[in-house]
């Protein structure tokens, strides 16, 4: 049977859904579009502030991000632009080339610093992820297991919690601390910092906001939230002069939030202090495009390319490198959540959505200053429960022992490490759990039965026979060379075992290791006079043996191509062909 092949990258996918267009698309599309555009101006803020950055960071990204990877990605629902797990890694990364390279540089120094750097993550990025759309990305993907993604984004959570406790209560963000164990720490030792009017504007968010998500689910509950804890900061000022709750004008906030193109460069200098950070977040940001656009096209039953929605995210992230301070572009599992509950018909309604937050900044810019920093901490803290998938976690922990240890490895590995090296590690942690798997092959032990069929025998028995059977099925590959060879060279050893059937009707991807390991077998009954049999040969596994020289060391008369219709038949008659070479040395 041929696999279906993946789909070339087209460069106009959104021409299609132009043919189609028509006003009844376009009365759920405007809708989607204007809700979504007042979900994603503050968190956009707030993601921003999660990264470190300028507040027109994520608003760009938000703006420019969620316009073309819309219009050149295949799904119809998916909004991208600033997510928390991008903006989590990028403030992690930049701190860490900070420390490491540039410590003792001064406050402005700091700043053109970290937009330098956040200018060749995005650089960088973009031309990882459009080489990843053309390499077929979604082979990729399948080496990372589900257990390595959802430790990885529990790690998140806590990182995203133990940062904003600082703002959230008030307690000075600017020690240093580079773990998130070490962040918490930090805040346990300086708890008796806080100040309690930013931790009142901080717990009237947080409630405000749950509570509106409760009551009003299809209104633009952040933005709400965010009106009425500026409206709180005021009049609590108003009543105590001296209390201050820090607000976004702490920030240098441009007046218009203008985009300043630059044309980007890379710097070379700073590119192997940069690469890890900006494949970490590349592939962070592939995951979340891949799970959020397939998992809302299982809901609504449209079909989706993956290759062509990470080609549509790294043109995107390209783009936005050509403006000055941008945060590079995600997967937004919470904006394309409400897309489709209000209904959005078509790619055209996050098109829409990143026009409708460009004319609501570009109009009401200068209020975004008056949002206290505790509300949006409270935002942020708010979206922890969307990232765990508490059921996912469960299972987890339920299927076996190796899914469990392999989750919570990923998650300790987030707490103790930086969360770009913590990403690679779930990597290799994934890939080492799939050459475990795939490295060791299934042996078992067959006989016939008085009816002609092969039974398997119990490996507890202690018979010997002068002609075992031995079936093998999986990869036989260079990572199972060794136990493959052990296996059968236990097996030669015994004294009684005069000839071996290999059978090997269900083995994949033979190469040289193996067949040396079945040379060196070979050799090894043969200097004791004893005798090598193989049948269940498929066409892929002859070439291989063909080419390496096997048929003609082993023999064409000890080789049996396998029968589709009769599996059984080419394992008879090499069971015969053994019987009779033992026989025949027995009358010698």
Not at 38 to 58: K, N, V, W
Not at 112 to 121: S, Y
Not at 433 to 442: A, E, G, I, M, R
């Amino acid at each position: 049977m041929r696999l279906p092949q993946p789909r070339a990258i087209s460069f106009t996918p959104f021409l299609e859904e132009c043919k189609e267009y028509n006003k009844d698309y376009l009365k759920g599309d405007l809708w989607a579009a204007l809700a979504v555009a007042l979900m994603t101006i503050p968190q956009s803020i707030a993601y921003s502030l999660l990264a470190g950055l300028p507040p027109t960071a994520g608003i760009f990204s938000a703006i420019f991000g969620t316009i073309f990877a819309a219009a050149l990605g295949s799904s119809r629902h998916l909004v991208s632009g600033p997510s928390t797990g991008t903006a989590i890694l990028i403030q992690t990364s930049i701190s860490a080339i900070l420390a490491a390279y540039y410590e003792g540089i001064s406050d402005a120094e700091r700043d053109l610093v970290v937009l330098h750097i956040l200018t060749q993550i995005v650089i960088l990025m973009g031309i990882i992820q459009i080489g990843a759309a053309f390499f077929n990305v979604s082979k990729l993907l399948q080496f990372v297991s589900r257990p390595v993604v959802l430790g990885y984004f529990a790690g998140i959570t806590v990182a995203i919690v133990a940062t904003q406790l600082f703002y959230f209560t008030g307690v000075s963000p600017d020690i240093a601390a580079d773990s998130v164990l070490l962040k918490i720490w930090v805040f346990i030792s300086h708890i008796f910092q806080l100040k309690w009017h930013t931790l009142l504007i901080g717990a009237i968010s947080l409630f405000t906001l749950i509570f509106l998500r409760r009551t009003a689910k299809n209104f633009p509950d952040a933005l709400l939230m965010l009106i009425i804890a500026s409206l709180a900061a005021y009049g609590l000022n108003f009543i105590f002069p001296d209390a201050d709750v820090m607000r976004l004008g702490m920030y240098e906030i441009a007046e218009e939030p203008v985009p300043a193109m630059t044309f980007p460069l890379i710097d070379f200098t700073l590119l192997n202090k940069v690469f890890p950070a900006a494949v970490a977040i590349s592939f962070l940001a592939i995951l979340e495009v891949f799970s959020v656009s397939r998992n809302f096209a299982a809901k609504s039953g449209h079909q989706v390319q993956v290759n062509q929605d990470v080609f549509g995210l790294g043109v995107s992230n390209a783009l936005l490198s050509f403006i000055y301070g941008a945060m590079p572009a995600s997967g937004s599992a919470t904006r394309t959540s409400l897309s489709f509950r209000m209904h959005a018909k078509t790619r055209f309604a996050s098109i829409l959505s990143g026009v409708f937050t460009a004319i609501i900044i570009f109009f009401c810019w200068p209020l975004v200053q008056h949002v206290p920093l505790a509300a949006l901490a409270a935002l942020l803290m708010a979206t922890v429960p969307t990232l765990m998938n508490w059921s996912e976690i469960k299972l987890c922990f339920h299927a076996t022992r190796e899914d469990a240890y392999v989750f919570l490895a990923t998650f300790f590995s987030c707490l103790i490490f930086s969360l770009d090296i913590a990403f690679f590690i779930g990597i290799v942690i994934s890939i080492a759990t799939y050459l475990k798997k795939s490295s060791t092959p299934h042996l078992v032990e067959y006989a016939f039965n008085s009816k002609g069929r092969l039974m398997i025998v119990n490996p507890k028995e202690d018979m010997h026979r002068k002609v075992r059977i031995i079936g093998i099925s999986g990869e036989l590959y260079f990572a199972s060379a060794d136990v493959f060879q052990a296996a059968l060279q236990t097996i030669a050893e015994d004294p009684k075992t005069l000839a071996i059937v290999l059978r090997l009707n269900n083995i994949y991807h033979m190469d040289a290791s193996m067949c040396l390991a079945v040379l060196r077998l070979y050799e090894t009954l043969r200097s004791s006079g004893r005798y090598l049999v193989i049948s269940g040969l498929t066409e892929e596994v002859w070439h291989v043996f063909h080419r390496a020289g096997l048929v003609k060391q082993i023999g064409l008369d000890n080789l049996y191509f396998t029968d589709e219709s009769n599996p059984q038949f080419s394992t008879w008659k090499a069971c015969l062909r053994a019987q009779d070479l033992v026989h025949g040395k027995e009358e010698s």
